[in-house]
């Protein structure tokens, strides 16, 4: 199969024939000619951290939405976190979910591995399992407070040479469990936390929200991973959203994500930290936004006003976090790499509406946003989103090294 047209390879642009053979980019040649994509023809995304729920959650949100969603929003490949419900804390466990995962993912989907204070002696013995099987886990997102998942910075130090993903709050800011959280959760939460884990290490840093945390990792090492959501509101979104404004971290200071979005290009990653909660558990203050099916759309709707370029984007959505996983032959478009791609076209702007989502929570905070969708998606080589519609059948399958 050939597809042609306007083409994002890592630092240029270039009108282009693509040649696909077994799901592989074969070659990228200007003399090729086939099926026209009107548009521009990028990498499909990786969103890096998501929450999809099931087990005894899946009234919220499921495998099979969530990767549904995923892909209606041109991401490819997503990485399911572990603090599920039971959580993702045993080699039986991970096992359980990747089979589970099999049976429903319409896009590519990989599993972290949570480190809790029950599992933390063990959690080398766990990891190096999962990794001779073929899987690709990172820890985390490890939690420095949490109702049932928390570990201490001493676990941390234990398993400093194994990568882990921090969710960077210290509990002694962490002052109650009340609506909203932004009145409880202290922004000095995430700037001591970081502080404290860049000494003992460099790891991967969660939804980093505020100017001194980002400063801090990029003197100091380790990986900033921000979310859209960080980068467009502030708290001058509590009265819109009501009480659905509860995220964690909370939303902070305009100074906060004027810094965060003026700084893009420094972020290493983009992910949506996709939380997903019914809208009565949001009304009763439960915290998470859904995101996995806005963030590409909701980001080529600023680029397509010029607030960020369209290279920053590519590299924080799909090249790096490739790279620092290790997904072998995901995040660019060259040869050897999968025929993974979301097309764009920038003359199509819309809203973000509801109606047309598709996960099971029931809201999103981006409604009436900018966005433009992709009109087509194709994943190895296989269109599984054409004009606008989602096609039948799902070849997602369990990432596997």
């Known amino acids: 199969m050939i597809i042609e ?11 282009a024939g693509i040649l696909i053979e077994n799901g592989i980019i074969k070659e990228i040649r200007k003399d090729l000619s086939g099926k026209k994509l009107k548009g521009l023809i990028m990498p499909a995304g990786i969103d890096s951290h998501v929450h999809l729920r099931d087990f005894e959650e899946s009234h919220k949100e499921s495998i099979d939405t969530g990767t549904l969603a995923a892909l209606n929003g041109g991401i490819c490949l997503v990485v399911d976190q572990p603090n599920t419900k039971p959580p993702i804390e045993s080699y039986e466990t991970y096992l359980k979910r990747v089979k589970e995962a099999e049976k429903k993912c319409w896009v ?18 766990i990891f190096e399992g999962l990794k001779k099987e073929g899987y690709n886990p990172r820890i985390g997102e490890v939690f420095l407070q949490h109702e049932s998942l928390e570990v201490g910075y001493e676990e941390i130090g234990k398993a400093k040479d194994l990568p882990l993903n921090i969710h960077a709050e210290d509990p002694e800011f962490v002052l109650g469990n009340e609506i909203p959280n932004f009145l409880y959760r202290k922004r000095e939460a995430e700037i001591v936390a970081v502080e404290k884990c860049v000494k003992i290490g460099e790891f991967y840093f969660c939804h980093i929200s505020t100017k001194e945390a980002f400063e801090i990792i990029k003197r100091e090492g380790g990986l900033a991973e921000v979310t859209p959501h960080h980068l467009l509101f502030s708290e001058r979104d509590y009265e819109r959203l009501g009480n659905f404004v509860n995220v964690n971290p909370p939303l902070r200071s305009e100074e906060d994500r004027n810094f965060l979005l003026e700084n893009f290009d420094k972020i290493d990653v983009l992910a949506s930290d996709h939380a997903p909660h019914l809208t009565e558990e949001k009304e009763k203050g439960a915290s998470g936004y859904p995101g996995v099916e806005t963030m ?17 984007l590519t590299d924080k959505i799909a090249k790096n976090p490739a790279k620092i996983y290790g997904f072998e032959r995901y995040g660019e478009i060259k040869e050897g790499n999968y025929a993974n791609f979301a097309v764009f076209d920038i003359s199509e702007l819309q809203k973000v509406k509801l109606e047309h989502l598709h996960s099971k929570c029931g809201w999103t905070p981006y409604e009436n946003f900018p966005a433009v969708f992709p009109h087509t998606v ?24």
């Open 378 to 401: 194709i994943i190895r080589g296989e269109f599984v989103k054409q004009k606008g519609e989602i096609l039948d059948g799902r070849i997602g399958r369990v990432y596997r090294v």
């Open 108 to 125: 590519d989907y990989s599993l972290n591995l949570a480190l809790t204070r029950k599992n933390a002696e063990r959690i080398r013995e």
């Open 296 to 312: 590409y759309p909701v980001m080529m709707g600023l680029v397509f006003k010029g607030v960020i370029n369209v290279f920053h």
């Open 5 to 15: 047209g306007k083409i994002l390879l890592s630092d240029r642009l270039v009108e």
